[in-house]
């Protein structure tokens, strides 16, 4: 380890030769502390010919730096320093640059991650250490890289390969070992390489395979969880071209490709001959030969990564993540061309990308938790020596490391962050007020590295650094209003510039997130007509480029006046994601197909003496599976009802294109939710800010499309967090610059107040059920909280909660094992739902339902393939219960359909619109599914 003499005089003659894993970290940080140019200027004003972003619906156009947008969206943003670095280089070699990270000093980054033991170990040697102290290595190297490394281009790469290749820490308790080795192996050396080298390198990652349960994919019955998402988010797309026999084809190639379990190999890939098939396979016209074993594998990852499709789909993926959620087609169609002209060769669409036209004038993005975080540390020049804190603000915020459950990754548009906006606010302030534990943002080194003396000097240097241009006018008078006039030296004065500058910092809705983006959307000097009015000027330039609960890139409602009427039921959707086994939850034990099917994973009959558990039988055809006993009294007492063999029309077998599908009711070209459409076209003279809720971090797809819906975890923790003394002041502050704002950038802002000022007059620890307790897991904190706001009357009409880990291509059990236990959580909290509100049931209706339904038979990994029909679950006082509702089509193989599933004879929106209609009184239900005619089953009650 060698260090320039530059950086030992700066490191103040700490020892280079301190070589030991601390002394690695502490030197790393060091060196990106002290990494500050001689001397820091604040910013001047863009030239009048500065280029300008291109126009959005709602929003103004705004002049945009090209220095600060390249290394805000092609990075994590500048710190201190880098914008003048890069204006003087000039953008494409800047770029160059970027393109070419190994030949770029990183020693500051390269030092803090070589301490991190655990990350640079074998997989055989991870495999006899703590997973929870594998899972912390992984998200230090992943922070400490985005932080401090100089290689920024590369870093947001890696993290969009992590996306596409995305897998789930907690798929096993072995995988936080495993994806060490796929970040340190599969995804980093492959970041900048063609995407035939990525792709390769994926599909010979262990942790891949153990993720899609590839691992247990065997010849004569073989899972189809792998083969499907390796064509449909990997490669080609779920337009693709490929059909449901191709997925076939590639699960048979893909058999025996597996794990080592044991011995000295243990963790490596390799093909276990006896579980491949070797029979010859036909794949998108090309013909796979039989007997050549792992050249299956090869040949595959040719064809796929040469396919016109999958330069399609990589250029749309690339130019959505670096310029615009929509992507603009010219550019997405040049980007493919540039894929196939030299196989695949990430940098060439990158140059293509990064210095197009579109990318100079591209729209506000919002950027994603992570990158928010990153960004606001590297702005503020930021010390961090512990990361454990920061992951649990990107919990809170929606984005903990490497724990998105489904294949497809984070989302990467701005609508899925648009609701989660106080754990945003409530980071800006800990971090301005070093309230992190092991971060520290060093303020008085700033001000001596800026030479900044005086209070209006640290105004304009704090707003370099964090909006990136000089404040106006009129919001100096208000900073320095509030500061006061004392000197820089006082301590309520510091307090007080600390919180100006945490009110630049705080993320709202309408842009990419103030500090860390390159946008300037409520930019004071550009926006004042756009605003109208000093002190909404001044708001803008607070809260900074943000999100708006409804901007110009999402989907706008377009209905006709909606119907006036009184309120019905309160409608609580359970969203069961991953698409759950209706077979095995309402059990067709009256079919003898299915016992011939599901020899294994087939729940013993009712009559089966044999069994410790068993069918809890109906109606001598149908039963609930053992672990939904709890709901036996509702079903009796005619509040459950059942229905069978319903789903959507929707044949893809893809969880995200049918999840798409039915959150939006299947309204062909209508990208708004049924539930906003639902809210939309009922006026019942309710204007509470919880009319409409999602319990989590995230609003649904069904919500999309409304302003006023709040996204909520914690009763308890929706409040501005700060010091007792001083949240009060910065809450009245904040309200105050907001009262009189009626555009799209400030409705997030009201509605997120107005939600506190209600879940304030909550006392939430003070709640008990009236009944059994809810499970202990997320989903029954989910259902009682719900309860809860039910029970308090504060106005909610309409409660969504999701519940995932539904996805059994292997191992799923029969009345015991991994789903059994997911029915029992699901059982023991729609139970403690039911008995905690004898007195509201009469007025609420849930509903339960999942994208598509199982396979009929059983797979080889004894688990179940995606298939299409499947149940539902409404349970509610105004229900016609006591019922299982279906038009049975039978499982015989002859009467299934596509690759063996069960028909569907009741369209999920004959339920939903239904409950719409004769519970929530909803008159427009043709507004809420347009082009659907209803066909009423019976199953719901007059209100």
Known sequence: MTLTRRQFLKLGGISAAAASATACGTLGRRLAENDLPESLQAPTPLPLDAPTTAPAVGLPTFPVNPALRLLSRAGY?????????????????????????????????????????????????????EPVDAGISLAQSTFYRALASHRQLYESLVEFWSDHFNIYLRKTQFMPFFKIVDDRDAIRPHALAAFPDV?????????????????????????????????????????????????????????????QRRGPRQGQVYLNADEHDPAAKVFLGHALPAGQGEADITQLADILS?????????????????????????????????????????????????????????????????????????????????????????????????????????????PAWAANLLPRWNFAVALLLNQIRGVRVGFDDLLQAANVTTTAAALEFFAGITLNHPLDEDARALF????????????????????????????????????????????????????????????????????????????????????????GDTLVCVFLRGGADGLNIVVPHGDEEYYRQRRTIGIPRPDDSRADARVLDLDG??????????????????????????????ESRSHFEAM?????????????????????????????????ISVGDMLPASLTGIQNATALQSIAEYHLQGRDDRVGDMHALLQTLYRQNDDLLTAAANQTFAAMDVLSQIDAAGYRPRGR??????????????????????????????????????????????????????????????????????????VVMSEFGRRVAENGGLGTDHGHGNMMMALGGGLNGGRVYAQWPGLHPDQQVGPGDLDITTDYRDVLGEILSKRLNNPGVADVFPGYHLNEIGLALPH
């Open 660 to 692: 798409d599908l039915m959150e939006r009711g299947a309204a062909s070209g209508d990208y708004t939710g049924w539930l906003a459409r639902h809210l939309a076209s009922l006026d019942t003279g309710n204007d509470s800010a919880l009319r409409a």
């Open 77 to 129: 943003g500048p710190r201190p320093g880098d914008l003048e670095r890069v204006a003087q280089m000039g953008l494409p070699a800047y770029l160059e640059e970027q393109l070419q990270p190994e030949t770029i000093d990183d020693q500051a980054a390269d030092l803090m991650v070589r301490g991190l033991d655990l990350y640079h170990r074998e997989i055989g040697d991870l495999l006899n250490q």
């Open 306 to 414: 040469s396919h016109a499709a999958a330069a399609h789909f990589m250029a749309t993926k690339l130019v959505r993540r670096f310029v615009a959620d929509d992507p603009p087609p010219a550019l997405v169609q040049q980007a493919a061309q540039t894929f196939q002209d030299s196989s695949g060769d990430v940098k060439a669409m990158l140059r293509l990308i990064l210095l197009s036209p579109e990318f100079a004038a591209a729209p506000p993005k919002l950027k994603r938790p992570f990158a928010c975080i990153v960004s606001a540390l590297r702005a503020l020049h930021a010390d961090v020596s512990d990361v454990r804190p920061l992951a649990r603000w990107l919990e809170m915020m929606g984005q903990p490391l490497f724990q998105w459950a489904a294949p497809n990754g984070y989302p990467d548009v701005s």
């Open 773 to 846: 307790a809810y499970p202990a897991q997320e989903f029954g904190a989910a259902l009682q909280l719900t309860a809860q706001l039910i029970r308090a009357g504060v106005g909610v009409e309409v409660a969504c909660i999701d519940y995932g880990g539904w996805d059994t291509h292997v191992a799923q059990g029969g009345a015991n094992g991994a789903m059994a236990r997911q029915l029992d959580t699901l059982g023991q909290a729609l139970a403690a739902f039911y008995e905690d509100l004898p007195d509201e049931i009469g007025n609420v209706t849930l």
């Open 199 to 259: 792709l390769s390198a994926s599909m010979h990652s262990a942790a891949m395979l153990i993720y899609l349960d590839n691992a247990q994919n065997r010849r004569g019955a073989p899972n189809e969880n792998y083969a499907r998402e390796l064509l449909e988010l990997h490669t080609l797309g779920v337009h693709g071209g490929y059909d449901q026999t191709d997925v076939q084809e590639v699960a048979r190639a893909l058999t025996g490709w597996t794990v």
């Open 480 to 567: 320095t209003g509030y500061i006061g006039s004392d000197r820089l030296q006082n301590r309520e004065t510091q307090l007080r510039l600390r919180e100006s500058v945490l009110s630049q910092e705080t993320p709202m809705p309408t842009t990419p997130c103030t500090h860390c983006s390159e946008y300037t959307l409520v930019n004071a000097m550009s926006r004042r007509d756009f605003l109208g009015g000093s002190l909404k000027s001044a708001a803008g330039l607070l809260f900074g480029r943000a999100i708006a609960a409804l901007p110009a890139w999402m989907p706008h409602l377009t209905l006709a006046d909606p119907h006036v009427g009184p309120r």
């Open 621 to 650: 055809f149908f039963g609930l599976h053992p672990a939904l006993a709890p709901l036996q009294p509702a079903y009796q007492a005619g509040h459950l009802a059942l229905v069978h063999a319903t789903g959507s029309p929707d």
